[in-house]
């Protein structure tokens, strides 16, 4: 009896024994299957919060059949997009800048075509209103009554009291000699000042004709730079290996490395602590993978 009972009561034992592991071996499953669910589930989040809000907005047929679930395809679509943008924007404000310089030029050509009386003149003296008012006065008379008015403008001449008919006669003579003589001296005067006038029209003109190249040659110099300038948005890098899932790093060619910060390194020193050499050279040749890899990435930018 006594073995009996023994013997029942230890294979009680070791049932209740082998219950007990089982149920301790369906615990830690348990605990390490909703560990990776975290896990996962905190990547997922992750990777969702890297995507822009562009590819948020996408729908998910939108982000398999029309990009094939690549994020290159979609910023490079959205590049493309803003260059056309800024394209079209650029030659319409040529065309508007075109516009402007031609009204300028044709402005500043009719000014100089107009006659000498429409421009804003000074104080004209006597000289210059007669080189104003004579070429409209064609008229034999007319010109000479002209010449006359600006004669008695200026300060009369002192001249001796008349003696005798043939000293009359004498003084007509050389009065009417003298006018003749300030006429032409007048009329030769105006010449010379009229024939500058087209000399300075033809340099204003040519003055406004060099400016307005240049204006337009710096300006199409600087709608090709705009062009030849594409923007970029943020963009992935992704490492990936067997039997692991894709990392990616987002990086900005539009911005500097002060304005998007600096990565840190979250390492787990306690597990560290507790390995030996072989563990911490496997670690070591991993991590020494990842950054071979980044390297190549920063030699294919140093080649292009």
């Not at 907005?57 to 943008?85: I, P, S, W």
């Not at 800024?86 to 310089?101: A, F, N, P």
């Not at 300006?219 to 894709?246: A, S, T």
């Amino acid at each position: 009896m006594v073995s009996r009972y023994t013997k029942s009561q230890l294979q009680n034992e070791a049932v209740a024994i082998l219950e007990d592991k089982a149920k301790r071996s369906i615990n830690d499953i348990r605990s390490r299957t909703e560990f990776i669910r975290s896990s996962l589930r905190a990547q997922g989040n992750t990777q969702i919060n890297l995507l822009s809000l562009p590819i948020r907005q996408l729908t998910m047929r939108d982000f398999c059949h029309e990009y094939g679930a690549d994020n290159l395809k979609v910023f490079q679509q959205q590049a493309k997009a803003r260059f056309y943008r800024v394209k079209k924007r650029t030659r319409d404000d040529m065309e508007k800048d075109d516009e402007s310089s031609a009204t300028a030029a044709i402005t500043t050509a009719e000014c100089t075509s107009l006659p000498q009386q429409q421009l804003p003149m000074t104080l004209e003296s006597p000289i210059k209103r007669v080189k104003r008012v004579l070429p409209q006065r064609a008229v034999k008379g007319k010109s000479i009554q002209t010449v006359k008015r600006v004669q008695i403008e200026q300060p009369p001449k002192i001249s001796s009291p008349p003696s005798s008919s043939l000293e009359d006669e004498n003084g007509h003579e050389e009065d009417s000699d003298n006018n003749d003589n300030d006429k032409n001296n007048v009329i030769q005067h105006i010449s010379l000042e009229t024939s500058n006038i087209p000399q300075q029209t033809r340099n204003l003109s040519t003055n406004t004709s060099i400016t307005a190249t240049t204006e337009t040659t710096s300006m199409k110099n600087n709608n090709k730079e705009d062009e030849d300038e594409e923007e970029f948005g943020p963009m992935f890098v992704h490492l990936e290996r067997p039997n692991h899932p894709r990392v990616g790093f987002q990086v900005d060619p539009q911005r500097t490395l002060n304005e998007l910060g600096h990565f840190a390194v979250h390492m787990p020193d306690e597990v560290f602590g507790r390995m030996n050499q072989l563990q911490r050279d496997n670690l070591y040749n991993q991590i020494q993978d990842i950054q071979n890899q980044l390297d190549k990435v920063k030699l294919q930018l140093r080649k292009s």
